[in-house]
């Protein structure tokens, strides 16, 4: 399985992070990738994150699993991020809290996750996100009548669920 990492989207979502980055970009950039480096070293899949352009020469690898791009103007990460996820189809799960990046990776038939979900895989590895309804469900979502297993999570969610159980150490 290939990840797909929206790196200043997750910097910026999470205080430890966030106090590297206060430092300087590029020690942000490496709390980061060091938190990813230590998930690939016990899992077999690919990690991809993904910065905005950067004086930085050429993508880094650290054991082939994870990979480093920086976007060159007029290109955006968002960009990197849109056509990687059609490359890569149902194959990949894309981390990011971007509503336009996730719609796209959706469109590709990607897994995707939210950042805060993504980091509480990481933090809290015994816990289950939870399985009911949204808290921010709109009053004209709730008049439709819904179709299906109401006890089944949808299948974006179930493939969000199996994504997060690979960052799990076994």
């Known amino acids: 399985m290939r990840w797909l990492i ?3 989207n997750v910097i910026r979502r999470d205080p ?3 106090a590297s980055e206060a ?3 590029e020690a942000g950039r490496k709390a980061l990738l060091s938190l990813i480096a230590g998930i690939a ?3 077999a899949d690919r990690f991809t994150v993904v910065f905005d352009g950067a004086p930085v020469p050429g993508p880094a690898t650290a054991s082939g699993q994870l990979e480093v791009v920086f976007s060159r103007p007029p290109q955006k990460a968002d960009d990197i991020l849109v056509t990687l996820a059609r490359q890569e189809g149902d194959g990949a799960v894309v981390v990011t809290s971007d509503r336009a990046i996730q719609d ?3 469109r590709a038939r990607c897994a995707v996750l939210g950042v805060d ?3 509480a895989g990481l933090m809290a590895p015994g816990e289950e996100a939870g399985r009911g309804e949204k808290d921010g469900e709109d ?3 709730r008049a439709q009548p819904k179709r299906g297993n109401p006890r089944r999570l949808s299948k974006e969610a179930r493939a969000a669920q199996r994504a997060l159980r690979r960052l799990r150490p076994r």
């Open 6 to 8: 929206d790196g200043y």
């Open 117 to 119: 979900e993504f980091l």
């Open 41 to 43: 070293r016990r899992s």
């Open 104 to 106: 796209a990776a959706h």
């Open 23 to 25: 430092q300087g970009l």
């Open 16 to 18: 430890d992070l966030r």
């Open 139 to 141: 009053e004209e979502a």
